[in-house]
């Protein structure tokens, strides 16, 4: 058996989840932007009725990472498509190919979903990540610029009476 294993995350593993968007949002300088708690992750990411998977990466058993995961819908190719919200490996275990092995695991699962895309954002200056993703055959889409309404926007725009 590989030292690293793949396994879906479970309502134990709230905490755990927590942890690990922690360390990703320190790595991406943003950790003022966590306001998830363990008891929003066990109402969400693990109801009964999420649309959102959850996976943990160990290695001998011990967690170093985390993906979080969903599927979208493409009207062009009639199919859905599988969207990776956030993967994260653990600094000192970020050389054993963990990382590349999730992403293998996700692309096996949009597969057996008969996915016709499989998706994620990168930070502009994570060359790492960026490099890492070109190597294995990843493509910018430099013609799709991403927008967000969050927080004040968000609620704002959804009562505007005009």
Known sequence: MSPISIRPAA??????????????????????EVTATVQSYETTLFDKNSFVHGLIIEHQNLPIGF???FFNYSTWQGKPGLYLEDLYISPDYRNLGAGKLMLRHLANIALEKDCGRFEWAVLDWNTPAIQFYESIGAKVHEEWVKYRLDGTALKNFA????
Do not use: G, M
Not at 159 to 162: K, L, M, R
């Open 159 to 162: 009562q505007a009476d005009h």
């Open 67 to 69: 993906a979080v995961y």
């Open 11 to 32: 309502i134990e593993d709230a905490p755990l989840v927590l942890t690990f968007v922690r360390e990703l949002a320190e790595y991406e300088k943003a950790p003022h």
